[in-house]
């Protein structure tokens, strides 16, 4: 069965904070991060989550007005269980139809192939990186995304 996409509500928030640590560990959001993306929702937060009964992943895109043109994804997580099952790329659909005519950036863990093999697979391309960004001293990869017109 494939989850439904729908925007997070306020009482998905204690879900949120489990799976984000279950997915980041000690660079988790905690829960009053959490409960400030959700205090910003009507400003320029989107918080979209993949719902099979129990949240299967989630992704949280910084949407400036329409005057900036660029959108970031702020965090994506799909739940250990649910990973290379397509969450991922439902979430990451849904999140870029929102996107129409904006360019779309991210940062991701160097190592983290299977999420960059996703984005790559999404038309994303870096375009940059920050050397020693993470704890440990791995370095992010900044993605840049633009709708083919």
């Known amino acids: 069965m494939r989850p439904r996409i729908r925007a997070a509500r306020t009482d998905d928030l204690a879900e949120l904070v489990a799976l984000d ?10 829960e ?13 937060r989107v918080v979209l989550v993949a719902d099979e009964g129990a949240i299967a ?9 329409v005057v900036l ?8 997580a799909v739940a250990p269980a649910e990973r290379r099952t397509g969450v991922g790329g439902q979430l990451l659909t849904v999140a870029l139809d929102r996107c129409t005519g904006r360019t ?4 991701v863990a160097a190592g983290n192939e299977a999420a960059i093999g996703l984005y790559q697979g999404f038309g994303f391309v870096e375009i940059s990186r920050r050397s020693g960004y993470y704890a440990g001293g791995e370095d992010a ?4 995304w633009r709708e083919e017109s």
């Open 21 to 30: 640590a279950a997915c980041f560990g000690s660079a988790a959001w905690s």
């Open 104 to 107: 779309v950036l991210l940062e």
């Open 141 to 144: 990869v900044i993605m840049r």
């Open 57 to 65: 992943g989630y992704v949280v895109l910084l949407v400036p007005p």
């Open 69 to 76: 043109d660029v959108v970031e994804v702020l965090r994506i």
């Open 32 to 44: 009053v991060a959490w409960a400030d993306e959700f205090d910003r929702l009507s400003e320029d």
